[in-house]
């Protein structure tokens, strides 16, 4: 997925009641810019961290920038903004690029399912339908590993617990997690941040939830798919 509008480098100064970020452009200038990403980014929001924001003249968005990466400025980035997976992730599915997935030649976004939630994707054709939640996974505290969740997550926690109802169901059910980093080769379960959530997942395992992490290549211009890599949990 290339973005939009090309990315311009900054400063944080402050990220602050989850949704905003306080940086200094290059030229001097402070503004505000829109942060896509309600878990705690740990590790990621430092004050004086290079950032990428994405600028747009929209004029019915008040904030005129939106923060899209973390550049740690060894050659690696991570990407912030938690809309991007499923919208990268869904020209990889119609393109069956995602491996690990069972045949299918349908792919819908957002169906309706469980109690009063809706599936990142459904993927239809031979044999059972599949169901495909999709994390996005920014947190590393060890090096070359990956951890979800970055925080406490009461709706994760419930999307296993649908994911193993589908299966209970006799559908096929995916727990996708896709870690928008680029220093990273395997992904656990922060247990530590949330044990309601690792018990979760467990449960969901035993259920026959499929569990994958896939990573992403990223950089200024785009976000894409990269290879899968190892689920230790």
Avoid at 25 to 45: F, I, K, Q, W, Y
Avoid at 56 to 63: A, T, V
Avoid at 172 to 184: E, F, G, H, I, K
Wanted: charged share 25%; proline share 7%.
């Amino acid at each position: 997925m290339e973005f939009a509008t090309p990315l311009v480098p900054a400063r944080l100064i402050r990220r602050y009641k989850r949704f905003l970020a306080d940086v200094r452009l290059e030229d001097g200038r402070e503004v505000t810019a829109h942060c896509a990403n309600p878990g705690s980014m740990m590790g990621l929001a430092d004050p004086g961290v290079k950032v990428w924001l994405e600028p747009n003249d929209d004029p019915k968005k008040k904030l005129k920038f939106g923060w899209r990466l973390v550049d740690h400025e060894n050659g690696h980035f991570t990407g912030v903004d938690t809309s991007i997976p499923n919208k990268a992730l869904k020209a990889a599915l119609l393109a069956h690029q995602v491996p690990g997935l069972p045949p299918y030649e349908l792919v819908r976004s957002e169906v309706k399912y469980g109690e009063n939630s809706r599936i990142d994707f459904l993927l239809s054709g031979d044999g059972p339908d599949t169901y495909v939640e999709v994390k996005s996974v920014t947190l590393s505290r060890q090096h070359g590993l990956a951890e979800f969740p970055d925080s406490v997550t009461a709706r994760g926690a419930k999307h296993l617990g649908e994911l193993a109802n589908m299966i209970a169901q006799g559908h096929r059910a995916v727990m996708l997690y896709l870690v928008q980093r680029t220093d990273c080769a395997a992904m656990t379960l922060a247990d530590d941040l949330d044990p309601a959530y690792a018990a979760a997942f467990a449960a969901a395992r035993k259920a026959g939830v499929m569990a994958i992490a896939q990573t992403c290549r990223i950089t200024p211009q785009a976000i894409t798919l990269a290879d899968p890599i190892p689920v230790q949990a």
